[in-house]
């Protein structure tokens, strides 16, 4: 089959499954796409927590987990995905890094392209690594919900993702802070320390600030920069 039919037996998958799981739970949104994809997926996550992971390998133990290694996360975030890997000893941690190490972009770039310039500083970082991982897979899942911002809140459950060329799941695209807080409670799930000190919106050390109470958790991420998505799901 070529790349360019795959793509387009895909794309139609991705809107007959976008009408037909519209409304479907967390659980039937990821139990389709392990019988449709088998192997063919990954689970991306930024290890703020593992809400995703557990939901994930409850349909499939041995679930591949993308994790952006940018070389700027919090120890926190590290020690987090490393608890992961304990609590949920079959998935398989994929480490996505940029091509250059923070060093060898330095001394390209200058330092701190975060500060100068973050939208290049996450394409290097962020943005390539995920396409090149990605493009390894026929479908990825995301954490994103509607509630996280106002881009957000159109999120469907599954769609067609057109820059990466592959589906996307969005189990939990539906679910409120109330039903995400209930299932960590209810299920003792890991979290990243850093929730408890006021992190609400936890990315790369140098672009993530504590959130003041009752203020937007993504108020944190590029404070004092126009910026506010990483360029991941636009
Ligand atoms: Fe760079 Fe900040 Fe983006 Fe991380 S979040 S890749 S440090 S600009």
């Given at each position: 089959?070529?790349?360019?039919?795959?793509?387009?037996?895909?794309?139609?998958?991705?809107?007959?499954?976008?009408?037909?799981?519209?409304?479907?739970?967390?659980?039937?949104?990821?139990?389709?796409?392990?019988?449709?994809?088998?192997?063919?997926f990954?689970?991306?996550?930024?290890?703020?927590?593992?809400?995703?992971?557990d939901?994930?390998?409850?349909?499939?133990?041995?679930?591949?987990?993308?994790?952006?290694e940018?070389?700027?996360h919090?120890?926190?975030t590290i020690?987090?995905r490393?608890?992961?890997?304990?609590?949920?000893p079959?998935?398989?941690?994929?480490n996505?890094?940029?091509?250059?190490?923070?060093?060898q972009?330095?001394?390209?770039?200058?330092?701190?392209?975060?500060?100068?310039d973050?939208?290049?500083?996450?394409?290097?970082?962020?943005v390539?690594p995920?396409?090149?991982?990605?493009?390894n897979?026929?479908?990825?899942?995301?954490?994103?919900r509607r509630v996280?911002?106002?881009?957000?809140?159109?999120?469907?459950?599954?769609t067609?993702?057109?820059?990466?060329g592959?589906?996307?799941?969005?189990?939990?695209?539906?679910?409120?802070?109330?039903?995400?807080n209930?299932?960590i409670?209810e299920?003792?799930?890991?979290?990243?320390?850093?929730?408890?000190?006021?992190?609400?919106?936890?990315?790369?050390?140098?672009?993530?600030a504590?959130?003041a109470?009752?203020?937007?958790?993504?108020?944190?991420?590029?404070?004092g920069?126009?910026?506010?998505e990483?360029?991941?799901?636009?």
């Amino acid at each position: 089959m070529t790349t360019a039919t795959r793509t387009e037996e895909l794309k139609a998958l991705a809107e007959k499954a976008s009408a037909e799981l519209a409304d479907a739970t967390a659980l039937e949104a990821l139990r389709w796409t392990a019988e449709t994809f088998g192997d063919d997926f990954i689970v991306a996550s930024n290890m703020q927590d593992a809400v995703l992971i557990d939901l994930a390998t409850k349909v499939k133990s041995d679930v591949d987990i993308l994790f952006l290694e940018t070389g700027y996360h919090f120890a926190e975030t590290i020690g987090t995905r490393d608890a992961v890997a304990t609590v949920y000893p079959d998935v398989k941690i994929v480490n996505a890094a940029a091509e250059q190490t923070v060093a060898q972009q330095d001394a390209e770039y200058g330092p701190k392209l975060h500060d100068r310039d973050p939208n290049l500083c996450c394409h290097l970082r962020k943005v390539v690594p995920l396409r090149k991982t990605l493009s390894n897979y026929s479908a990825w899942v995301t954490g994103v919900r509607r509630v996280d911002a106002p881009t957000r809140a159109n999120t469907p459950i599954v769609t067609w993702d057109d820059r990466n060329g592959l589906v996307k799941v969005n189990p939990i695209a539906p679910w409120t802070d109330d039903e995400f807080n209930a299932y960590i409670d209810e299920h003792g799930i890991l979290q990243n320390p850093l929730v408890g000190e006021g992190y609400l919106s936890i990315g790369c050390a140098p672009c993530t600030a504590k959130v003041a109470p009752g203020a937007d958790p993504r108020s944190g991420r590029w404070a004092g920069k126009s910026k506010t998505e990483c360029g991941l799901h636009a």
